[in-house]
């Protein structure tokens, strides 16, 4: 959602020639509706990996989908589409072959999803080299980086400190785990919060489900005034990211834009059970000398040891934030929607 999102801002076109499709009960609906953008779902499902009794209702409202995506092309019109992965992709991909696409590839390794729509698009952009292996046949790849979101990195970091309650005297360790929170890393924080605490301040977002065990968490703590528990980020993202000198998050793939435009040294901890891509996101930024890597299943025993010896070790930490800022794209955004507008110049014609 928030590469395509990324890109819809940059272009700054308005409401009425734009279309947001995405699925029948998605979580983006509520927030692109929110931000007064026209939107409209289709039915989607996975095929793979569903059992038996699952995969004839799958394919049925696969078909369901691809039919009303007929429907709403047929009444919107585009001129192009942005594909960003994700089942809900392969119904309109299907429907839209025809019609000019792009299709942007998050993470490091594809999903099956984009792999199914890739053979559809006229463009296909990565946001890294290395994702070119997993398309050696398709002919027009181009390497973007990972559209971040306009002014995200706008604070400055005093300003930001004061946004949370922060001060200058020890330095800010930043803990996430996506919309949701990841109770895994919450747990390990939580326990190792009075050892973490002599020698950092915690930001920590725990997602909503969470909140209210680390604020009781909070309250037994000796010296509770340098934890900060939040239940969700969202417009005080690029805030969080500019008051933290460390992070500790999972490796979904917007920490392959969000990390290097900061600079930000992490501790990846990748989501064990979505197949290998935040691995191999992951493998990606510790490659390049960015981060490095606690397996989920090592958070207890793994986590304050790599912590610690990132915070003993600040010519490490220094060379970690220059690491990552080398893999920083922050025109990525305006990359996507150069070849959108490209794409869309060229179905209207040299006339137009």
């Given at each position: 959602m928030y590469p395509a999102l990324a890109v819809l801002q940059t272009l700054g076109t308005d409401a009425n020639s734009v279309l947001w499709v995405g699925g029948e009960g998605g979580m983006e609906a509520e927030m692109i509706t929110r931000l007064s953008i026209p939107f409209t779902s289709i039915p989607a499902a996975g095929v793979h990996g569903v059992g038996l009794k699952t995969l004839p209702s799958n394919i049925a409202r696969l078909l369901r989908g691809v039919a009303a995506s007929r429907r709403i092309l047929a009444d919107f019109k585009p001129d192009a589409l942005l594909f960003t992965g994700g089942y809900v992709a392969v119904p309109m991909a299907v429907a839209a072959r025809k019609l000019p696409s792009l299709l942007y590839t998050p993470d490091i390794e594809p999903g099956l999803a984009i792999?199914?729509?890739?053979?559809?698009?006229?463009?296909?952009?990565?946001?890294?080299?290395?994702?070119?292996?997993?398309?050696?046949?398709?002919?027009?790849?181009?390497?973007?980086?990972?559209?971040?979101?306009?002014?995200?990195?706008?604070?400055?970091?005093?300003?930001?400190?004061?946004?949370f309650g922060l001060n200058e005297s020890k330095p800010v360790l930043f803990?996430?785990?996506?919309?949701?929170?990841?109770?895994?890393?919450?747990?390990?924080?939580?326990?190792?919060?009075?050892?973490?605490?002599?020698?950092?301040?915690?930001?920590?977002?725990?997602?909503?489900?969470?909140?209210?065990?680390?604020?009781?968490?909070?309250?037994?703590?000796?010296?509770?005034?340098?934890?900060?528990?939040?239940?969700y980020l969202h417009e005080d993202m690029g805030a969080a990211f500019t008051a933290a000198d460390l992070t500790v998050c999972r490796a979904g793939a917007s920490t392959l834009g969000e990390l290097p435009l900061f600079g930000l040294p992490a501790?990846?901890?990748?989501?064990?059970?979505?197949?290998?891509?935040?691995?191999?996101?992951?493998?990606?930024?510790?490659?390049?000398s960015g981060a490095l890597m606690v397996k989920n299943e090592d958070l207890k025993?793994?986590?304050?040891?790599?912590?610690?010896?990132?915070?003993?070790?600040?010519?490490k930490m220094q060379s970690m934030r220059e690491n990552m800022r080398r893999l920083a794209t922050p025109d990525a955004a305006e990359k996507l929607a150069d070849i959108l507008r490209n794409l869309a110049n060229k179905k209207k014609g040299p006339n137009s």
């Open positions: 792999k199914a729509i890739a053979r559809f698009s006229n463009c296909i952009a990565l946001t890294a080299p290395e994702s070119k292996a997993f398309f050696r046949y398709h002919k027009h790849l181009e390497i973007t980086g990972y559209p971040t979101r306009p002014g995200l990195n706008n604070w400055k970091k005093a300003d930001a400190l004061k946004h803990i996430f785990g996506g919309s949701k929170g990841a109770q895994s890393i919450n747990e390990a924080v939580f326990d190792l919060l009075p050892q973490l605490l002599d020698r950092v301040q915690i930001l920590h977002v725990t997602g909503q489900a969470h909140i209210e065990k680390a604020e009781a968490v909070k309250d037994g703590l000796p010296n509770s005034s340098g934890y900060h528990p939040l239940p501790i990846l901890v990748p989501y064990p059970y979505a197949w290998r891509y935040q691995k191999t996101n992951a493998d990606y930024l510790v490659r390049n025993a793994g986590l304050l040891p790599a912590v610690l010896s990132l915070l003993d070790s600040p010519e």
